[in-house]
């Protein structure tokens, strides 16, 4: 499953989030963030939105975190960076 919490402020990401909903999809997942659905951004609140893979099952570890970071420009969110679990078992971070 794909989840998606929208941060305001990295400095304090335990108190300031939002956890907003999941999919089966990655493809969904990062369109509804990348395109900024219903206002993920909420005119200006959230400025990360976090979308993380965790498999079905109990106790499944975090596979994939894909980070965006929203462009006021464009008014829609951009890959920032991604940390992937390879299948040896070691995260890589990616940025965008």
Same mark, same amino acid.
């Given at each position: ?13 335990? *108190? ?9 999809? @990655?493809?969904?997942?990062? *369109?509804?963030?990348?395109? *900024? ?9 959230? !400025?990360?939105? @976090? ?24 008014? @829609?969110? !951009? ?14 971070? *990616?940025?965008?």
């Amino acid at each position: 499953m794909y989840f998606i919490t929208m941060y305001a402020d990295l400095e304090d990401c335990e *108190n300031d989030k939002s956890f907003v909903g999941w999919f089966k999809s @990655r493809t969904k997942a990062m *369109n509804c963030v990348v395109n *900024n659905a219903c206002d993920l951004n909420e005119a200006g609140v959230y !400025e990360y939105a @976090r979308i993380s893979f965790i498999p079905e099952g109990l106790y499944m570890p975090l596979e994939e975190d894909i980070w965006c970071k929203f462009n006021p420009d464009s008014k @829609r969110y !951009e890959a920032w960076k991604a940390l992937v679990l390879g299948s040896d078992g070691l995260a890589r971070l *990616n940025r965008g």
